[in-house]
Structure formats: structure tokens, C-alpha cells
């Protein structure tokens, strides 16, 4: 039995499949790209008939998407905060390499998607208060509605895909906590006990409070996603004694299916998805050139579910997910291009003067 196990959980550590492939693995590159598109493909089904995840074809797989593009997060956020030396450097970074993208997607909705859009007159358009409030977006206050706009959609929420921003936010609040207690960088065992406690934690709450979210909407809750986050965390900071073999990482989308049937075992997804996300990430297959042009999953993160809402709007009668996808697959890739090329790398090329500036905003000390 013991020779069975030794040869069932013997294999590569995340440690070892990092340092092969120099911490530039392939995997996560497709894997941040697979997983956009996921979302985009989801929407094509949800938004122009509100269908549940359930009954599309991919049933509750579809629901991993985001598990998985947490632990994603956790995993390569973890990388980032070990390559810088001040908290305070680490949080601009995050905030650079966000918010500049998402203020440009705000903009654009609102004084030009809206614009063509809307049912009102302009004059009332760009007065009317629900226009103002739109832009707590710039802050991550989200906001969905743009008056006049999309209001004979089945959903009339402008970009529904900003509904995960402030659990990006809180992920990221919850490391920087993990750092000033001490649990990161170095003592991995406080930072394994914080991670079980909110694995605890967090269902416990919902289920006292009746909030089981999953039963109501056929949607996760937002904390789960950052549960995922921690679990990515956790499993960076213990890459050295995490083994990786086809079979476990087999077995936790398994899990993850198994666990998604119910709204009570569905905050058991975070740790198995963790752990088959970073199994395929740490996977290098081939390079595809014009997908390695760029990172640009965000941008279809941001486009996608405007795009597709005007595709709606503009075709009521065509409300197949093939057609919408047909639609705005290609404007989606077009504008995520644009993000990446025009916001993000030139935003990230300066990320040196931005940080050195900062640094001279600070009052000298006499």
C-alpha cells in the first residue's frame, strides 16, 4: 500500500514545473485567453434569453469559469508581491495595471456606445442623473445602467461582467491584510491557517444568514470567487511540497462538477479548482504568435458583454448565442487588442516614472 501511494502522489512539485519552465509557463497565457472567451461564450447563452447555467449544453461546468479565473489571480498576483519590496509599490502596481483600462471601457460606453444606443434625446441623456452616477465605475463602484440604453434587452445592465470587480478588489485587499499580519511572504503556516479559517468561515456565514445565493440565481457567490483567490495564494506559497499529476488534477474538476450541484458543497470549488488551474498553467504548449502579442484578457473581460448587448439590441429577432457570438466575437477581439496595445502596456511600460513619482510625492523627512 505505501509503495501504491508513494507511486499514486510521487511526480513534479508546482516548485519544480516553475523553475523548468523559468516562471513563464504558456499554460496560464491560454489559460487567461480560454477563460475570457469562456465568459463571452456563457453571455452569448445568458443574455439574450436569460437561460440558467444549467441548461445550456455545458451544464455546471460553466460555472467554474470564475473559481478559476481567481485562482489564476491568487497564483500570479502571489508572483507579484514577491517581486516587490514595499506594500505600498505592490497596491500601485494593482491599481495601474486595473483601473486605466476599466476608466477607458466606462468612457467609451457612456459617450459612445450610449450615444448611439439610447432612446432619449441627448440633451436629456447626458443630464439625467443615472449618467453621473455611471461613472462611480472609475472607482470601482459598479454601476450598471446607462439611461435609455438597453432597455428592451431581457437584462438592461450595460456591462454585467463588472458585477466580479469588487471581489478583484477585495482579493486584493485580503493579501495586502496577509502581508501586514505577517502570513506573507515568509510564514506560509499563518498564512495556511488564515486560508482554512475563511474556507470555514465564509459558508458558515451564508448558510446562518440563509444567503445561499447559488439556489436563488443559478450564481456563485462573490465570496467563493475569493476564496478561490486564497487558494491560489496558497498553493504559490507552498509550491515546494505541492505534487502535480494528470490524476489529481482529473479528479478536482471531478470535484468541482460534484460540488457545484449544490448551493450548500459549492464553497468546497475553490481549493480542487485551484489546484486543476494551476495544473494547467503550469502546462507549455506550443506558442501561437498572435496570441502571445499580449495579455489580452482583460480587454475581453471588459468589451464582451457590452458589445454583446448591443448585438441584441440591434438584432431582436436573432437571439441565438451563435449569432450574438458571430456578432461580437470579432469586435470583442479588435477592442481587446486596443486595450492592450493603446491602455495597458503603454500604462505598464511607465509603471518605473509612475512608482519613482510617487516616491517623490513623499514629504522628506528633515
Known amino acids: 500500500m505505501a509503495t501504491i501511494a508513494r507511486r499514486l502522489l510521487d511526480g513534479p512539485t508546482v516548485a519544480d514545473k516553475m523553475e523548468l519552465y523559468n516562471n513563464r509557463a504558456r499554460g496560464f497565457d491560454y489559460l487567461r485567453i ?45 508572483g507579484s508581491l514577491l ?27 457612456a459617450f459612445i456606445l450610449g450615444v448611439i444606443l439610447t432612446t432619449l434625446p441627448l440633451r436629456d441623456y447626458f443630464t439625467d442623473p443615472v449618467f453621473f452616477v455611471y461613472m462611480r465605475n472609475f472607482v470601482g463602484d459598479v454601476q450598471f445602467h446607462l439611461p435609455g440604453v438597453f432597455e428592451s434587452n ?20 485580503a493579501i495586502v491584510v496577509l502581508w501586514l499580519v505577517g502570513a506573507l511572504p515568509k510564514k ?20 446562518l444568514a440563509d444567503n445561499l445565493i447559488i439556489q436563488q440565481n443559478n450564481n456563485l457567490p462573490g465570496r467563493l470567487f475569493v476564496l478561490s ?3 491560489g495564494v496558497l498553493i ?31 464553497y468546497l470549488v475553490p481549493l480542487p479548482a485551484a489546484y486543476l488551474t494551476v495544473f494547467l498553467g503550469l502546462t507549455n504548449p506550443p506558442k501561437i504568435p498572435v496570441l502571445m502579442g499580449g495579455d489580452y484578457s482583460y480587454g475581453i473581460y471588459l468589451y464582451a458583454a457590452p458589445l454583446q448587448q448591443a448585438s441584441i439590441a440591434l438584432f431582436p429577432d436573432h437571439r441565438e448565442w451563435w449569432f450574438n457570438l ?39 523627512r528633515i
Open 34 to 78: 480560454g477563460l475570457s472567451i469562456a465568459v463571452a461564450l456563457w453571455h452569448a447563452f445568458w443574455l439574450p434569453t436569460l437561460i440558467a447555467a444549467k441548461s445550456t449544453p455545458f451544464g455546471y461546468g460553466i460555472a467554474m469559469i470564475m473559481p478559476m479565473f481567481f485562482a489564476l489571480s491568487g497564483f500570479l498576483v502571489s
Open 83 to 109: 517581486r516587490t519590496t514595499r506594500i505600498r509599490e505592490f497596491i500601485l502596481l494593482r491599481v495601474i495595471r486595473i483601473m486605466p483600462a476599466l476608466a477607458v471601457e466606462v468612457l467609451l460606453s
Open 154 to 173: 431581457p437584462i438592461s445592465l450595460v456591462n454585467v461582467s463588472l458585477w466580479t470587480v469588487p471581489y478583484e478588489l477585495l482579493c486584493y485587499v
Open 188 to 207: 506560509r503556516w499563518l498564512l495556511l491557517a488564515l486560508v482554512i479559517l475563511a474556507q470555514i468561515a465564509l459558508p458558515l456565514r451564508d448558510i
Open 229 to 231: 483567490f486564497l487558494f
Open 236 to 266: 504559490y506559497f507552498f509550491n515546494d511540497r505541492i505534487v502535480l499529476r494528470p490524476w489529481m488534477a482529473f479528479a478536482s474538476a471531478l470535484l468541482c462538477l460534484l460540488f457545484l450541484q449544490s448551493a450548500y458543497t459549492c
Open 326 to 364: 458571430a456578432t461580437t466575437l470579432p469586435l470583442i477581439c479588435l477592442f481587446a487588442a486596443f486595450s492592450w496595445h493603446v491602455v495597458e502596456k503603454p500604462t505598464l511600460d511607465r509603471k518605473r516614472s509612475i512608482l519613482a513619482g510617487l516616491d517623490r510625492l513623499r514629504p522628506r
